[in-house]
């Protein structure tokens, strides 16, 4: 017995040119940014941090002072010595 193949029907479809375009309006994104580098920063000397002078995430210079470290203590140790 053969089997009739039944072939899909025709259909008409418009074609159009495509054409660049700058969004409008805003365009919203999620996402997690991290940081291109860490780094950790220790002291010499041991003491208590009084003065911190950045946040996290923020840029710091070569040379720029970050915190103030009590050494009171340190200079207790070295006059008892």
Do not use: C, N
């Amino acid at each position: 017995m053969d089997k009739k193949v039944s072939l899909p029907k025709e259909k008409w479809v418009k074609v159009s040119a495509v054409e660049t375009s700058l969004p409008m309006g805003t365009i919203e994104y999620v996402g997690v940014l991290t940081a291109d580098r860490k780094v950790k920063v220790s002291s010499e000397l041991g003491g208590i941090i009084e003065e911190l002078h950045f946040e996290r995430g923020d840029r710091v210079r070569k040379g720029a002072l970050l915190t103030k470290i009590g050494t009171s203590s340190f200079r207790l140790q070295v006059k008892e010595a």
